[in-house]
């Protein structure tokens, strides 16, 4: 089991940059397929990225490729997010998940951070 926490979220304007952290304790972190969402005010929570265990395999929604890069460091249980070219609608809470996987219909995850706030000013 694990317990991922994110860090790294706040305010920033349209066209720039931030970067999203999820340290994730237990030791059994390597095993596990990592990934953010997010959900914005009155959505639902959406897939944004997945990286498999190894770090070799990555997925990405069709809104965010080409602009986000997820990345893990097994070492030191750890997952990225690094977000450039953001734009007013990527707005949202954004979430880190252990255990994501493809389901019917989308992604899901087994267990889930409390988020951080990512607010993309015009």
């Known amino acids: 089991q694990v317990q991922p926490v994110e860090s790294g979220g706040g305010l920033v304007q349209a066209g720039g940059s931030l970067r999203l952290s999820c340290a994730a304790s237990g030791r059994t972190f390597s095993r596990y397929a990592m990934g953010w969402f997010r959900q914005a005010p009155g959505k639902e929570r959406e897939f944004v990225a997945a990286?498999?265990?190894?770090?070799?395999?990555?997925y990405y929604a069709d809104s965010v490729k080409g602009r986000f890069t997820i990345s893990r460091d097994n070492a030191k249980n750890t997952v990225a997010l690094q977000m450039n070219s953001l734009k007013p609608e990527d707005t949202a809470v954004y979430y880190c998940?252990?255990?994501?996987?493809?389901?019917?219909?989308?992604?899901?995850?087994?267990?889930w951070g409390q988020g951080t706030q990512v607010t993309v000013s015009s």
């Open positions: 990286v498999s265990w190894s770090g070799g395999s990555t």
């Open positions: 998940a252990a255990g994501v996987r493809g389901v019917p219909g989308g992604w899901s995850g087994d267990y």
